[in-house]
């Protein structure tokens, strides 16, 4: 009976431990809410007036814009200038604008890099020359018409006898002028034409080659400068003369040109 009494008791002892330790983790728990709740009082209490705004507010009434604090960070996207590809940048909403790159010039090199030096133009080569032998009139002392031969450079081309002609045809410089060497054929005589067949040079002149102010020794005069100076090349050995490309049989009274004319003519 005695044992009996004593595990009764130790029973209700063992009970009234139990009730009194859940009794302490409850008064813990609640002390332990309270705290946390103290502590973030104000964001529960921010959120409760959020939560309040949301429900009375109307639905066409904007959303509060969330503070700097509350908004999430996000990827901003930006383009790169570079090369037009799009780049992202993780970056906190709060932080200032990243710098624009420094555009400062760099200073110029006195070096230019790969700088390719012109080539410079060859100048142009000088006309090729010949010498040829030109035949004007002198007159001497005692008033004799001779011949006067000078030596002119004359530019190489396709047509040297033509070329010969024309410069007959312009006369003595001024300083064979001064030496009293004359061109005696007329004024204003051009040449039509210059050919030569065989051996015999065609040479056509203007009309003008038939009117000589000097009578028959300005004609004779005018005709051995022609054919002196065009027989000056090896393949010519007589010269035809002809008047507007027609064949005549006189120059002047008593001189005959309807057959081709020699040096030994003269």
Known sequence: MAGRKTNSKTGQKSKAGGSQALVIFWLIFVVVVIGVFMLNAQTIQKNFNLFKTRITSSPNTMEEPLTSEEMPEEPIVRETPAFSQRETVREPASSKPASEPSTKPQPASDKPADQTTPAKPEPPKPAQTRERNIY?????????????????????????????????????????????ILNLIPQNT??????????????????????????????????????????????????????EGRRMEYLAEGIYIGIPISKQDF
Not at 194 to 218: K, M, P, Q
Request: no cysteine.
């Open 190 to 243: 051009r040449i039509l034409s210059a050919i030569v067949r065989g051996n015999t040079a065609y040479i056509s002149f203007s009309e003008d080659f038939l009117f000589n102010t000097l009578g028959v020794e300005g004609y004779v005069a005018q005709l051995r400068q022609i054919v002196w100076t065009v027989t000056e090349f090896s393949n010519v050995k007589d010269v035809q003369i002809l008047i």
């Open 136 to 180: 004007f009139t002198q007159i001497d002392k005692d008033g004799q018409i001779l011949h006067s031969k000078v030596t002119r450079k004359i530019p190489v081309t396709e047509s040297p006898m033509l070329d010969a002609l024309n410069v007959l045809l312009t006369g003595p410089s001024a300083d064979e002028l001064n030496r009293g």
